[in-house]
């Protein structure tokens, strides 16, 4: 059985707020390096959240994935 609602609730929102978080770090360093390569700011943006757009639904989508692993524990 799956968690109640108000937990649930609780999960999403945290999972959210760590992927936030954690896409934020990774557009900065993105765009960091993207401006090392290419020398140009406008591009490096582009890239950085472009790329950091698409990887932040995949992530999210994984965590919500692997929150539905009991890994072993009994079900109440």
Request: proline share 1%; no cysteine; hydrophobic share 45%.
């Amino acid at each position: 059985m799956g968690p109640s609602g108000s937990e649930y609730l609780y999960e999403v929102t945290a999972d959210s707020i760590k992927t936030l978080l954690y896409r934020g770090l990774m557009v900065a360093i993105t765009v960091t390096i993207a401006f090392v390569v290419t020398g140009n700011t406008g591009d490096a943006l582009q890239i950085g959240f472009v790329t950091n757009l698409v990887k932040t639904g995949t992530y999210y989508g994984y965590e919500r994935l692997w929150a539905r692993v009991s890994w072993g524990l009994a079900a109440d």
